[in-house]
């Protein structure tokens, strides 16, 4: 009998892989504060991002028992990241530490739309997640896995993503789901072909997708993803909800309303939480795209990437009336 994996007495429920960095967030901003030696703005604060801690903080917020497989480095800023890690019940044993790397700090301008820019630098450790980095936790872990950021590291490029998603689909029944950034080199659809037929789920918004296909039309760009070998395609449409298709099935998901949008870093990835919470409890697909929706504006309502969401009470409320 295969031996199953614990941390604290628990089995994994969700593997988590991608980033963890932190955000330092200011707002509301103008182009016009790259015209002038001073801004005023209403709210700047350090928190914490990144594609896979943010999905990670979500789904620990839902109570799931959640292994992130991240990089850092020896620094005062990693040091930030594990901490907080700890704080949420975030187990580290799968981060790994590299001495002479310099942990990422984004910096994220807000508008007054909630509209975000960010500074980021190349040689942190957003960008530096390799194959090798990853691999030595896959043996362990759990039946549902998220890649949480195609695009975003240069040494996981399209071979790479190739052998990991290949190396995690080897354990029988064990589900894949990817969420992406914008390809940065040019990429087309056609140049996934090798990796597509081995994501269950992927989480593309509408600009990411039309970059790789060159359409626009969010319907047309999942099918074209499910034509390729996904599953389920799962478009995010921002305030227009989400759009779901596979070979059988088609839901269109409107957004659950907010009056204000104060900051939208980290929607989509709390939109991929809630997806990947509600799948773990075997909802049905539509639902999957209801809770993601209801996740997603919890998030919008605060500055910060994951801290519009504090439990599972406030997006099930909207869930439920999502449902009525």
Do not use: H
């Not at 429920?13 to 703005?41: R, Y």
């Not at 807000?110 to 040689?123: K, M, Q, S």
């Not at 990411?208 to 296909?213: M, Q």
């Amino acid at each position: 009998m295969e031996q199953e994996i614990f941390y604290n007495q628990k089995k994994k429920d969700i593997t988590i892989i991608g980033a963890a960095i932190i955000d330092i967030l200011a707002g509301p901003v103008t182009p016009d504060v790259f015209c002038t030696g001073s801004w005023p703005v209403d709210t700047v604060k350090l928190s914490f991002g990144g594609d896979a801690l943010n999905e990670a903080a979500v789904l620990a917020k839902f109570g799931k028992n959640v292994e992130l497989v991240s990089k850092v480095g020896l620094d005062d800023a990693g040091e930030r990241v594990l901490d907080y890690m700890e704080r949420l019940g975030l187990p580290t044993d799968s981060i790994v530490i590299e001495d002479g790397l310099a942990t990422s700090m984004n910096l994220v301008l807000v508008d007054g739309c909630g509209e975000r820019c960010f500074l980021t630098n190349p040689a942190g450790s957003l960008r530096r997640l390799t194959l090798q980095d990853v691999e030595k936790y896959l043996d362990g872990a759990a039946d549902l896995v998220s890649f949480a950021g195609m695009f975003v590291s240069p040494q996981l490029d399209i071979p790479a993503m190739e052998q990991l998603f290949r190396t995690i689909k080897q354990k029988p029944g064990r589900t894949l789901a990817v969420d992406m950034t914008k390809a940065k080199n040019g990429e087309r659809l056609e140049d996934l072909s090798g990796l597509l037929p081995y994501i269950d789920y992927i989480f593309p918004n509408e600009a990411e997708i039309a970059l790789l296909t060159g359409q626009t039309d969010p319907a047309v760009n999942a099918g074209l993803l499910v034509q390729e070998g996904v599953s389920c395609a799962v478009v995010k449409c921002a305030g227009n909800g989400c759009l779901i298709r596979t070979a059988d099935e088609t839901f269109l998901i409107p957004a659950y309303p907010v009056e204000t949008v104060i900051d939208t870093t980290g929607a989509g990835d709390c939109f991929a939480a809630g997806f990947l919470w509600a799948l773990s409890e075997g909802m049905k697909l539509e639902d999957c795209g209801k809770f993601a929706c209801a996740a997603a504006s919890c998030a919008v309502e605060k500055m910060g990437a994951a801290e519009g969401i504090c439990s599972l009470e406030e997006p099930l409320r909207r869930f439920a009336c999502a449902e009525t």
